[in-house]
């Protein structure tokens, strides 16, 4: 009472309230809080660095190597369930916006899926696993997918009579999830069964979700003759008479059956999350007409008015507060069943609501024996029948196409953990003594790690960022395993932000100055740390094409210029920037007590790992007639696929057109953005490609989505497949003809010794936009040794990351 004695006027009172929240949140909370959230981002990002750090290749890759396979366990006579990988398929089609773009309609057409000719064949590749999977002789196989995520479920509105209340406890219950479009679908009646809750949101589920039928042609074709009969199996025909389903694939007179199982995303238990959001209101928009007003209308009149001036029965007998009533057909059209998409509710559902509806899925009829998992979309999620435990669960073995993968990606690279047996072998083995009359082994040579990509400067560029340089850590452990070593040739996006965040050298205006993170600065630092404690040496871009950045240009002056001001292209060349650096090199932190340095080489541009106070050296300015371009002849080579465009025959718009070399003290000026790789890095990549045994390339070198700054990653690709075929062979043999006769002309210079004959015996591709390009790059992939077919699942087990689909699977020494 004596408080609110003292209270003043109620408005002033919330008002002071209002101020004094907003001045605390500002002033005092708000700093600390944001102090604590950068901090722990920081910790966060680092430990995550040093957790990938401590494992080995051989940790990262070979537990996936012990694992069960189809051919190692018995599947006579059991039912096996077969994860069919669709993962080339999820990343093309965004199902989930398919009904969002289109949500003015009430029929929206269900998403289909649809294969292009290298799809086909790359489905076809996948299927082979369903052969391998029936030469054992079971009863039946189910094939089972996970593609697409529906669209949420609308909320359910409160409960009004008996049927709704029932549904209404089975949802509280973690049972199953319905909505109120479930209802919508049909009114119970006595005489009428009540559909069950579970089918009936599935089935709208799946008007947001693409059906696997279109697929069955494909699996007859391909098991035509190891399958006795395939046959599509809808959610109906499984759940709505599950014990006759069971019945049916337990019926041993005949084996070697295929069903297909429909689309299993559409349940909210078999993957983990349910979405719910309220029902999308759509104003209703009164009917247009192409007649014209009567004269008579005043402006102001309501409703509309006929030819003969008056309103229409429909209008007189509307309420006067409410807007006039629509044709049904028109309200039909304009109040469709969907979703609010902008108040979306997540809810993650308990293991036990998961495992218990498994339970009931794959119940004591059906029961499954096996599941081979050969999906490595859908190992790297945590669905429920694939890491789930309940009584009765399958046995879980890899699948022959995870198998091969693994296996192939292994074998290219001659790793010693992948012998018949599948035991560890000791790394560092070293090869037996050539014995006489045998031919001396060519000198060692490094294994050559392109790495570029990007997408850092999106709204989840820090997430890209840290899997990146995860990604980076584990290509650098093949350092453990190449007696030659391992050179790291950075380009795309991740050589600016390693050089902005790790070498605190900011190049032009490509990464705004709002997308500075200390976390990722700390995480880049410690990750760099890591790779060059490891022994392997970074190759950094020489060069830089950069295009003018117009968007913060006043464009009034180009306002009456019939034609646009086309930007202008130059290449900067950073040995300024790398001089700095080594003048002043940055410091990545302690190893051992003592304080490590990033030493960067000038001229080669270089960056190596120093020990202990580094020795600095003050290297000379060099004149831009000196600076490391590649030779005209070089930059102009028309016989080359791909090779940079000739001068005197420019494409529209490309740097050759506008482009000029330009060297500048802080490397790319403000004002200008990085767009791709320039003439002397492709040199020194082209060098480096001619002392390497091999080539390991993932991610564009430029912005590959326009194509005029696709030119670095086609001459580099251009000239990684001469170096396969052999055709750089016939030049090298005239260049060092044409050296020979000027031999004499030489004006006493010191020459450069010439590259060593270094066989160049394996070329991999490694990742979906990698393994995507790479046909359009170059007129025979096939030269490649290996070309990823997984997607992200062979990056996630390099970045150090266990996926759960394998982790479930059962490894060969475990009994069962």
Known sequence: EKRTELLGDPDKEEDARSAFIQSFGQDSFGPVVAGFATEAEEVSAVTEIQEAAMLSLHDRLHPCLELHTVDTVEVGGAVVLYELDLGFLAARTPFISHMAKNNSKKNVDVPMITLEPEEEEQLRQRLQGINAALEGGPLAVLVTAHIGEPMPDIMMPAPTHVADVTSALSDDAGLTHTHGADRAMSSPTPSMPIPDPMLAAAALRMKSLPSLEPLLKHIGDVCQETATSVEFVSHESWLGDADRFA?????????????????????PEELGVHRTAPRR???????????????????????????????SAEQKNA??????????????????????????????????????????????????????QDSFYAAGRQITSH???????????????????????????????????????????????????????????????????????????????????????????????????????????????????????????????????????????????EVLRLGAKLLLPLDLVCEEDRSGLDKSSDADSPIPAVPDVKTFVLHSTFAAMQSAPVSLGMVDGHECFAEVDAVRGTCSLCVGPPLVQ??????????LVMPESAAVEGDVVGALPPAENPVEGSPAAHDTTEPSEEGV????????????????????????????????????????????????????????????EDEEEEEDEDEDE??????????????????????????????????????????????????????????????????ACSTRTEAH
């Open 742 to 807: 000027d031999e004499d002309d030489d004006d006493g210079k010191p020459r450069e010794e010439p590259d060593p004959e270094i066989d160049f015996e394996v070329a991999l591709a490694i990742g979906s936009d990698s393994a995507k390009l790479l046909p359009s790059l170059m007129q025979d992939p096939s030269v490649f040794t290996f070309v990823s077919q997984s997607g992200e699942g062979l990056l996630q087990l390099l970045r150090g990351v266990q996926l759960p689909g394998l982790t």
């Open 387 to 529: 890491s789930g435990i309940w009584l009765g669960a399958p046995q879980r073995v890899v699948g022959p196409f995870i198998e091969r993968e693994l296996g192939a990606f292994v074998e290219a690279l001659s790793l010693p953990f992948n012998d018949a047996e599948g035991t560890y072998v000791e790394e560092g083995v070293v090869a037996a003594d050539v014995g006489e009359g045998e031919e001396t082994p060519p000198p060692l040579a490094p294994l050559l790690v392109v790495l570029g990509g990007g997408g850092f400067s999106s709204q989840m560029g820090d997430t890209v960022f840290l899997q990146k340089l995860k990604l980076l850590l584990g290509l650098a452990k093949l350092t453990q395993h190449e007696k030659g070593g391992v050179l790291i040739a950075l380009g795309g996006e991740l050589a600016l932000f390693l050089m902005s965040y790790g070498l605190g050298r900011r190049l032009g205006g490509t990464m705004p100055e709002s997308h500075q993170n200390e976390a990722m600065g700390s995480a880049a630092r410690e990750t760099l740390k």
């Open 319 to 372: 309420p006067a507060a409410e807007p006039p009533a629509l044709p049904e057909t028109q309200k039909s059209e304009e109040e469709p069943l969907l979703p609010d998409l902008t108040a979306v509710s997540i809810r993650t559902l308990p293991w036990a609501t998961r495992e218990w509806w498994a339970e009931q899925i794959f119940g004591a009829d059906l029961r499954p024996e096996f599941l081979v």
């Open 669 to 728: 000026p403000q004002g200008w953005k990085v767009r791709d790789i320039g003439a002397a890095t492709l040199q020194a990549l082209d060098k480096a490609l001619r002392r390497s045994r091999g080539v390991l390339w993932n991610g564009a070198l430029g912005v590959f989505e326009d194509e005029r700054w696709q030119q670095g990653t086609r001459a580099f690709i251009a000239r990684v497949e001469k170096r396969l075929t052999g055709d750089e």
């Open 281 to 311: 209101v759509v104003a209703p928009t009164p009917p247009t007409s192409t007649e014209p007003a009567h004269p008579a209308a005043k402006p102001g009149s309501r409703g509309k008015e006929g030819k003969d001036g008056r309103k």
């Open 247 to 267: 019945e049916k694939v337990r019926n041993d007179n005949d084996e070697k059956r295929v069903y297909l199982l429909e689309n299993l995303s559409a349940f």
């Open 618 to 627: 003050t290297v000379p300015p060099v004149h831009p007639e000196d600076e």
